[in-house]
């Protein structure tokens, strides 16, 4: 699979058949939220997720993982907020501000299930602009059946 292929399963339409709850439930120290999802020309499944750090909300995870079958998905895009990982101290990573991740085709070549690549981004400043981005980016139709994307007239207070 080319660069070119792993956008277009990225940017085609797509919709939401079925989530794991209407609310987030919790899981250790995150709360969670899954979806599935399918193309709108049903050829493709795909699995969304959500993951929200319950005391840090700049620590999230929000992904898309290609379905080719039932047991093993491949990772397409994940955007994140800033979060601790443990590499090298002179090492600089973008782990530690907001950030996108995208499988490469060395990724796919290797079957890595971990996306190794990952660049700083200023598309979003929050969880909730994040979702935004990641909503658009991947182009799910009925995603206001799913999230509420009211804007407050007076931001997030």
Do not use: W
């Not at 047991?71 to 090298?88: A, F, Q, S, W």
């Not at 979702?131 to 799910?140: E, G, M, S």
């Amino acid at each position: 699979m080319i660069e070119r292929e792993i956008e277009r399963l990225i940017i085609m339409p797509k919709r939401i058949i079925e989530s794991s709850s209407k609310e987030f439930s919790e899981e250790y120290q995150h709360f969670r939220r899954d979806f599935k999802l399918q193309s709108i020309d049903g050829n493709y499944k795909f699995r969304m997720f959500i993951r929200k750090h319950k005391e840090f909300q700049e620590n999230f995870s929000i992904g898309l993982d290609l379905l080719p079958s039932p047991d093993k998905g491949m990772p397409l895009i994940r955007c994140n907020g800033p979060h601790y990982v443990t590499e090298d101290i002179l090492k600089p990573s973008p782990h530690y501000d907001y950030h996108i991740h995208m499988i490469k085709n060395d990724d796919i070549e290797k079957d890595i299930r971990k996306l190794s690549f990952a660049e700083i981004t200023d598309r979003y400043n929050s969880y909730k602009e994040a979702l935004d981005y990641f909503i658009k980016r991947t182009n799910i139709i009925n995603a206001n059946d799913y999230f509420d994307f009211q804007k407050s007239l007076f931001g997030d207070l």
